[in-house]
């Protein structure tokens, strides 16, 4: 009776001191970002990967399958993933690094910016491929520390670990882990004709202790997208050991996080921030580029080792950690409001927003409406490859507003010499992600498919009078969605009229 007195009081005393809600209620976040990863994973139903770790998070979680990045290039996409805000909205349009230079505003607040105002430490491991390093600030970037350490953050084990020793023993901040190998990307050019995934499997392992995962060649089945002959099933193979890297990594982590008691107190957040770096995926929209991987596992709700068909993309992350922690963001300084020995300046704080909405009630139950919906936005890869495209997917139908659709389409041209691009010998394959090539490059301004009935996207169907009800709707919710979100390229609507005289004048022998 005495220790159930001392305890009531001890109770009491700790909520009139105010404790800490953060300290008190926090969860711990990992968010996982592999590399150009489509659904090559087993719990997506591929037999040929090997991820018992990945697969496992989604026996415990839900798994997404109509999860969508809303850019299909790297840097773009992962702008998006970290403040929830399509990336035309922000002037991260494309890559950051080099020449192209591309880079968020500085009025952003991003997640690891929200997560530290609420008392959370942060720290980032792995692919960065953000600007500017002010808006996208974490605690720590233990790949800054030793880049090498991580060989090219290709060895995921030695990552997890990292995390760990970072991490500790206990802590009484909560944290906010952002875990980025750069598995499964295509290596650097000099390495590709040989050894296009860095697999070097010639020589020892050099990313041990991550063990070497080999696939046989032969046995390799390339999916629909990619040009079934010897060559790709080479550079498949390749692939499927570096998706097997990441899956490592995962293990590890999921392990470290046992082992310290800390499992049951961290939501994860497993995805990719676009398809596969491979022809008719990755650069475009079409759904083997945007359809992504999306696994969470949040202790606390309601559904386990379930799947959903809800509709989703990378614009809902943000919103989804923040309601799962319990964050409310007021206004803040976007970036450090003063200079030294400055007084702050309250009238700088800007509100925060963000585009998406959290996932919350699909992790708790299958929602009757209100999840069938999906915007894309893909602009530039490299400053040099222009093709902005708008995408929306609603229901099972998808809609593509090809922009500047006059322009041959790019794709990711630094891959020429990558074996899937190519057929026998080095003639350029007549086929690209299961179109002719002509169809692929030069594509026509609006583009609308059936996804239940042409899940390939074959079937253009804007001049099949059956769909031009849907095709009027969809392209009438595409400008809406742009202007909502301030969409520069929205001013390219109208004046089809123009656009069919210059049609006719590049048509011209």
């Known amino acids: 009776m005495m220790n159930q007195y ?40 591929d037999t040929m990967a090997q991820t018992p770790a990945i697969d496992r998070l989604a026996q415990e979680g839900v798994r997404f399958t109509n999860s969508y990045c809303t850019s299909s290039s790297c840097s773009a996409s992962r702008s998006v993933i970290l403040t929830g805000l399509y990336n035309h909205a922000t002037g991260h349009y494309g890559h950051s690094h080099s020449w192209f230079h591309f880079s968020t505003y500085e009025s952003v607040r991003s997640l ?28 720590n970037y233990l790949s800054e520390e030793d880049p090498k350490k991580f060989n090219r953050n290709r060895n995921t084990v030695k990552m997890a670990n990292a995390v760990g020793d970072w991490i500790g023993e206990s802590s009484k901040k909560p944290f906010f882990v952002y875990y980025c ?29 991550t063990k070497r995962t080999t696939y046989d060649p032969k046995k390799v089945e390339c999916p629909w997208w990619l040009n079934d002959e010897p060559r790709s099933r080479f550079e498949y193979a390749e692939y499927y050991q570096a998706v097997n890297r990441v899956d490592q990594g995962v293990g590890r982590l999921v392990k470290i996080l046992k082992e310290k008691g800390l499992y049951e107190d961290t939501i994860i957040i497993f995805t990719s921030d676009n398809g596969p770096p491979f022809p008719g995926a990755k650069t475009t929209l079409y759904q083997p580029g945007s359809n992504v991987p ?17 509709v989703t993309s990378h614009v809902n992350i943000v919103p989804t950690i923040l309601d799962y922690c319990g964050i409310t963001p007021g206004k803040g300084y976007a970036l450090k409001p ?21 996932m919350m009630p699909v992790l708790n139950a299958e929602p009757k409406e209100g999840w ?60 690209i992600g299961g179109k002719p090539i002509q169809v692929f490059i030069k594509r026509s301004r609006h583009e609308l498919y059936n996804l239940d009935k042409d899940p390939m996207e074959l079937n253009n169907l804007i001049n099949n009078p059956e769909y ?42």
């Open 338 to 358: 003063v200079e030294a020995g400055e007084e702050p300046d309250d009238s700088k704080k800007v509100a925060y927003m963000n585009h998406g909405k959290s």
């Open 181 to 209: 190998p750069y598995d499964p990307h295509h290596g650097p050019p000099k390495k590709r004709k040989r050894d296009p995934f860095d697999n070097i499997n010639e020589k020892p392992n050099p990313y041990k202790p």
């Open 294 to 310: 999306m696994i969470i596992r949040a202790p606390g709700t309601k559904r386990i080792g379930e799947v959903t068909e809800s």
């Open 468 to 509: 031009g009800a849907v095709l009027s709707k969809m392209k009438d919710r595409t400008r809406e969605l742009q202007r909502e979100t301030s969409d520069p390229w929205v001013n390219q609507w109208g004046g089809e009229e123009k656009m069919k005289v210059m049609q006719e004048f590049m048509d011209r022998d």
């Open 112 to 139: 690891p910016l929200l997560m530290k105002e609420a008392g959370y430490r942060t720290v980032h491991v792995g692919k960065y491929h953000l600007a500017p390093k002010q808006v996208y600030h974490f605690d």
């Open 372 to 431: 069938d919906e999906a915007f894309l936005s893909h602009s530039f890869h490299q400053l040099d490859w222009y093709n902005p495209m708008r995408s929306l997917r609603q229901g099972k139908f998808k809609y593509y507003y090809n922009i500047n659709h006059l322009l041959p389409q790019p794709f990711v041209l630094k891959y020429f010499d990558a074996k899937g691009y190519q057929g026998k010998g080095k003639e350029f394959s007549q086929v």
């Open 6 to 45: 001392k305890t009531l009081c001890l109770l009491i005393g700790v909520a009139l001191l105010g404790a800490s809600p953060i300290e008190a209620k926090a969860k711990n976040v990992v968010l996982i970002v592999a590399d150009d990863l489509g659904f090559q994973q087993g719990c997506y139903g």
